[in-house]
C-alpha cells in the first residue's frame, strides 16, 4: 500500500481527488501545500496530490511556485474534478433567518464565490483557511461561535453541518486540476475509473534576455513540429521586477524526436528549459456523461 499526502484535513477537494487517484492506498492529511509537497520531496511519502489549476480563479500560484522555487518534482498524472461549494453552519442555527458574523475558507473558494457573497452578505467580512476542510473541521469544534464557513459537501457529512446554501460558485462549470507529484518515481501513474483526457508535458522555459521577438521564437519551434500547446503562462522569476519564465503545456508525452528536436533548438537560442513532467491527464466525469455533451 502506498502513502499518498494530501491538502487536508478531511473533508477538503484534494481528498475527494486523492481518493479518485488512489482509492486502495493509504491518505495521509498535512495541513497546507507546502507541508505537502515537502513530505513527497523528502520521500516520507510515495505520492502528493495538490491543487494546481481552478477554471474560475486560474492558477494555484503557491503549489506552481513552491513547486518550481523550492522542492522541484516530476509531475506523474493529472486530474480535474467538478467543484461545488456550499455555505455550510451549525446545525443549532436556523437557516431560515441566521446571518452569520463572518465566513470563513480557503481564498479560492472566497474567489468561487465572489458574487454571491457581495449579493447575499455584503456586510459580513470574509476570513481564510488553509483549506475548506479545515474551515468545516473549525467550526465543528467552535459550533457557538457567529461564522459559516464555505466547503464541499464531504466536509459538511464528516464535520455534522448543515447545508445553508447550495452549489453558491458563480459559475457552474466549476473544476479544479489537481497534481500528482512524486519524488521517487517519474514513472506516470493511471488513474482507473476516471476519464483519460490526454497526456500532457509541462515545460518550464526562461528567455535569455528581453529580445525581440523571443516569445515568437519560442512558439514556432513548436509550431512547424505540430506540437499542439494546450497553455501557456508567464510567472515572475521572482529574480526582479519585469522578469519572467513561461510554463507550456504540450499535448503528448515525451518522445524520442519532436519534443527533444524543440528543447534542443530552444537551448541553442539561449533558453533554459526543464521539463516539469510527462504525464497522463484525466478527468472525474464519467464516461458516459462525456459521450452526452
Ligand atoms: O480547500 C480545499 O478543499 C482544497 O482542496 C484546496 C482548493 C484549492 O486550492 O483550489 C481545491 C479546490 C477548490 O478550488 C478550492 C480549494
Given amino acids: 500500500m502506498k502513502k499518498i499526502g494530501y491538502l487536508g484535513p478531511r473533508g477538503t477537494f484534494t481528498e475527494i481527488a486523492a481518493k479518485q487517484a488512489f482509492p486502495e492506498d493509504e491518505l495521509i492529511p498535512i495541513r497546507s501545500i507546502p507541508k505537502v509537497i515537502d513530505h513527497a520531496f523528502s520521500k516520507t511519502i510515495d505520492y502528493a496530490v495538490v491543487p494546481i489549476e481552478n477554471a474560475i480563479e486560474g492558477t494555484v500560484n503557491v503549489t506552481l511556485d513552491y513547486l518550481i522555487h523550492q522542492k522541484p518534482m516530476p509531475i506523474v498524472a493529472s486530474l480535474s474534478i467538478g467543484i461545488n461549494q456550499h455555505l455550510l453552519m451549525s446545525p443549532s442555527k436556523n437557516v431560515e433567518t441566521y446571518i452569520p ?110 529580445f525581440t521577438g523571443a516569445l515568437h521564437q519560442v512558439l514556432s519551434a513548436f509550431a512547424w513540429r505540430k506540437l499542439n500547446l494546450s497553455k501557456i503562462e508567464s510567472r515572475p522569476t521572482k529574480t526582479g521586477l519585469g522578469n519572467y519564465f513561461f510554463i507550456i503545456e504540450v499535448d503528448q508525452l515525451m518522445d524520442d524526436v519532436l519534443l527533444p528536436g524543440a528543447i534542443a533548438e530552444l537551448t541553442a537560442l539561449g533558453c533554459h528549459v526543464e521539463v516539469l513532467g510527462s504525464y497522463p491527464s484525466y478527468s472525474d466525469q464519467s464516461v458516459s456523461a462525456a459521450i452526452k455533451q
Fill in 101 to 210: 458574523r463572518k465566513i470563513l475558507s480557503h481564498p479560492q473558494a472566497i474567489a468561487q464565490c465572489h458574487r454571491y457573497l457581495q449579493m447575499h452578505y455584503p456586510e459580513v467580512e470574509i476570513e481564510y483557511a488553509d483549506s475548506t476542510g479545515q474551515a468545516a473541521a473549525w467550526l465543528a469544534q467552535h459550533s457557538n461561535e457567529d461564522v459559516c464557513v464555505i466547503a464541499n459537501e464531504q466536509a459538511a457529512k464528516t464535520y455534522g453541518l448543515r447545508i445553508a446554501a447550495r452549489d453558491i460558485q458563480d459559475y457552474d462549470h466549476n473544476q479544479t486540476r489537481f497534481v500528482v507529484l512524486s519524488a521517487k518515481t517519474q514513472q506516470p501513474i493511471t488513474i482507473k475509473n476516471a476519464r483519460h483526457l490526454g497526456d500532457k508535458t509541462s515545460l518550464m522555459i526562461t528567455l535569455p534576455s528581453d
